[in-house]
């Protein structure tokens, strides 16, 4: 956990909010994430309306779509906590990917390329992608050569979203002078959501009739997580119960609501506000960095982008 700063003293009303491990269960569902995984062959579409329909939800949202060949970690937001997923749009991920080269090459030379495609790389989309064709940088964190066989290779590779893995492995195969595909593909994590803590659509299934039929609410409860698990990678500030309405109705964070933030906020970095009980509240950009937000005992420390709890949850102590 990261450490923090603590600006002010504070304490909370156990008249209003909960912890997020304490929601009663139908709004355990209707405020949770998924750390799905995707089986290969459908969309990542296809598997929104799935969860959907399992869970008799009135709506679903992913964070980050996979190829329909691509399996793996696919974070899915259920009701409310749709548009809280859409903070993962931006957060790191990791895959691990087989790689077949188009000749054989010196296994050096291999593990050379590898390490000179790390850091900032550049690239150009495929054809086949959502965004525009365009130049642009993308920085690779790391890249882990596991095995070698003939002309297959296996590496785990940490990367900025908005990565190509594909382009990736086809602009390893041009500076080899073989050329390369990437033959399998499988994502490990996005942001917070790891492969070690994955659900398939069939374990989610059995704990949700677990619920329903025999009234036995264990598995849909580690089966979902709270959506505040889909902001767990975000610097996070805890504000008073004072300020939580204000917020909820639009203002931005002042100084004087925050009691305690984390040390490693930088300026224009979005950061998660949250109650003294856990709660997610909103996010939205660092207008300071931590030390300077510290000593400061008025204005405007964080331009609210989204806001995520409902108003009234907590006392209006606004005018």
């Known amino acids: 956990m990261a450490e923090l700063l603590h600006k002010a ?60 060949r691509v399996t793996g970690v696919l974070p899915v937001g259920i009701d409310q906590a749709t548009r809280v997923i859409q903070l993962l749009l931006e957060a790191p991920k990791e895959y691990v990917c087989l790689m077949r080269l188009h000749e054989k090459v010196d296994d050096c030379r291999i593990a050379e390329i590898l390490r000179e495609f790390q850091g900032k790389i550049f690239q150009t989309p495929p054809v086949k992608s959502a965004v525009k064709r365009e130049l642009r940088v993308r920085k690779i964190y790391y890249v882990h050569l596991m095995e070698m066989e003939g002309q297959d290779v296996l590496f785990r590779i940490g990367c900025q979203a908005g990565t190509y893995i594909r382009k990736y492995c086809h602009d390893i195969g041009e500076a080899l002078g073989s050329g390369a595909h990437m033959a399998e593909l499988r994502r490990t994590m996005v942001g917070p959501f790891q492969e070690n803590t994955l659900k398939t659509l069939q374990e989610l299934t059995d704990a949700y009739h677990a619920w329903v039929e025999d009234e036995d609410e264990s598995e849909i409860r580690t089966t979902i997580l709270p959506m ?66 510290n000593k400061k005992n008025k204005g405007i420390m964080v331009d609210i982008k989204k806001v995520f709890m409902e108003p009234g949850t907590y006392p209006k102590m606004w005018k």
């Open 9 to 68: 003293e504070g304490e909370t009303d156990p008249r209003y909010g909960c912890s997020p491990d304490e929601r009663p269960i139908k709004e355990h569902i209707s405020k949770g994430v998924i750390n799905l995984d995707k089986p290969s062959g459908p969309t990542s579409h296809e598997v929104d309306s799935w969860v959907k329909k399992i869970l008799s939800a009135d709506k679903t949202g992913h964070g980050g779509t996979l190829d329909p």
């Open 228 to 293: 505040e698990q889909a902001a767990a990678h975000l610097p996070k500030i805890l504000i008073r119960d004072s300020a939580v309405d204000a917020i909820c109705h639009g203002a931005d964070l002042a100084a004087g609501g925050i009691i305690s933030l984390n040390l490693n906020i930088e300026k224009g970095a979005t950061v998660a506000l949250k109650t003294l009980k856990g709660e997610l509240v909103a996010a939205g950009e660092s207008l300071y960095k931590s030390d300077e937000i």
